[in-house]
């Protein structure tokens, strides 16, 4: 078994390599799976004369470079690597392996539950699926072609615009689907099985049409329309609010009893939990419907924060999901009761994460190190991140606001950056001083206000003291700006 390693925010450096294009192509069988992967790979740092590629459980079949096979003394296999020695600045790499799915107890990379064969890849599940730079500041396009049984496995998907579908033999289906944006390998996504669809389509700003799918288990469709409504809800509110447009043909959504996690915005493809999806019109609440358009929409509002623009590395977190909730909480609250959702999102802050700010396990909204980044997903991350962008809006207003997120769209689009990027195109677009506000992203625990008044000789005295918590580790902390 590999050494458990603490990792470091301050230990990033580049890649020494990108992946400016890859191919796959999966064969899915019931016993196993078949991947092919193609990829144009670039140099970026010329004195690194080895590849490594991250992956998890490797059972190579064959390894090419500019289509020629590759010896076996050229490359290493370790328990999480593959190592090929001397590569050019810049090759073709075709990589043949064979996974197996309904093996997968991980549920990260591709898994097979039930008669569903699913993916979920945030944050480093990709490797588990074929040997990859699994980083997000690595951003390829994505063309993927899915192979399987027509008959079990009639719905083929994967992130982007369907571009072919072709008849193998009598039983098998190929389906190609190519995303020309860039992304980083933990937002693909593939999906296949025998499932029933709801459909409708929407019309962006510009004019474009996009095909809208909502994929689910059979027998569920008449549960899914509440959350297409919710997502034709949430594009129109994102061109008004923020000036954001659809950039594909084709939206899909899965909303699977199999899926392992809540939700997941995989570019074009986003997979759901049919817990957080389908509503009974007979037995469902108001909070259900009202928390299916929530997190319809916080998944769709990924697409350009989170997806176009991503993180850099896992450290930043919070500058997708921090911002993207904050977002949600807003569109929640122009649809609804802006005064019932600001409680809600209060009474959430106070229960859930006041408790972690509370307790050892207290943390910044950037935390400074990891040994498992999946223990990062926590309510500092996101509920708390959301509250310091809402302070930033406030102390912007309204206007600036939308033109400091203009220029992180303008600045930053097809990216891997980090929250300073963002919090400079706040300072910039707002003419503000936000250095000490930096406090928030790298200090932990819940500042406190005392408050003392007195009322002497007709004068009025109102005195607030900030008494801030020491670090996990007993270290002081420095003063918070509080709005």
């Known amino acids: ?53 991250d992956t998890i459980d490797l059972e190579l079949i064959s390894l090419y470079i500019n289509d020629l096979k590759v010896d076996e003394s050229r490359y290493i296999i370790e328990e999480e690597s593959l190592t090929i020695l001397n590569v050019p600045a810049t090759f073709r790499i075709k990589i043949e392996n064979k996974i197996y799915p309904q093996n997968n107890t991980e549920l990260e990379g591709l898994y097979k539950s039930g008669s569903i064969f699913c993916t979920q890849n945030e944050p480093e599940g990709f490797r588990r699926i074929t040997p990859y730079l699994d980083r997000p500041d690595v951003m390829s396009v994505f063309t993927t072609t899915v192979i399987a049984d027509k008959d079990k496995y009639p719905i083929l998907l994967s992130n982007g615009n369907k571009k072919e579908i072709v008849e193998v033999d009598e039983n098998r289906q190929s389906v190609t689907w190519f995303d020309p944006h860039k992304k980083p390998s933990y937002l693909f996504a593939l999906v296949a099985g025998d499932l029933g669809s709801v459909n409708d389509s929407y019309v962006t700003a510009s004019g474009e049409n996009v095909e809208l799918n ?90 350009w924060t989170g997806n176009r623009i991503t993180c850099r590395d896992w450290f930043q977190l919070t500058l997708k999901e921090g911002l993207t909730v904050f977002r949600d909480q807003c569109f929640s609250a122009d649809l609804n009761s802006q005064e019932v959702q600001r409680i809600e ?60 997120t203009d220029l992180y769209f303008e600045s930053f689009d097809g990216q891997a950056v980090t929250t ?62 509080i709005l």
């Open 420 to 481: 300073d990027d963002f919090l400079w195109a706040m300072q910039k677009a707002g003419n503000i001083d936000l250095s000490a506000f930096k406090n928030w992203y790298h200090q932990s625990g819940t500042p406190k206000l005392e408050v003392e008044e007195s009322f002497s000789e007709g004068i009025y005295s109102l005195t607030l003291t900030q008494k801030i918590p020491n670090a996990v580790d007993g270290s002081e902390q420095k003063p918070f700006t």
């Open 214 to 303: 909502i994929y689910c288990d059979l027998g569920n469709e008449s549960k899914c329309h509440h959350a297409m409504n919710s997502l034709k809800e949430a594009m129109l509110w994102d061109e008004q609010k923020y000036g954001r447009e659809y950039d594909l043909e084709i939206y899909n959504i899965v909303a699977v009893d199999s899926f392992n996690m809540g939700a997941m915005e995989n570019k074009g493809l986003n997979i759901f939990n049919s817990a957080y999806v389908l509503a009974d019109t007979d037995t469902a609440s108001d909070a259900n419907f009202m928390g299916i358009q929530s997190v319809i929409a916080h998944e769709y509002f990924h697409n």
């Open 1 to 53: 078994m590999s050494e458990i390693k603490e990792i470091y925010l301050h230990n990033y450096t580049k890649p020494a390599f990108y992946i400016d294009s890859i191919n796959l192509v999966f064969d899915l069988f019931e016993e196993y799976a078949l991947v092919t992967s193609m990829m144009q790979i670039q140099k970026s740092d010329a004195d690194e004369k080895h590849l490594r590629l």
């Open 345 to 404: 999102d209060v009474k959430a802050l106070r229960e859930r994460q006041f408790v972690e700010d509370a307790s050892p396990t207290s943390h910044p909204i950037q935390p400074k190190s990891y040994i498992s980044m999946n223990n990062f997903y926590t309510a500092t991350v996101y509920e708390k991140g959301a509250e310091v962008i809402r302070m930033i809006h406030t102390l912007l207003g309204e206007e600036n606001y939308r033109r400091a």
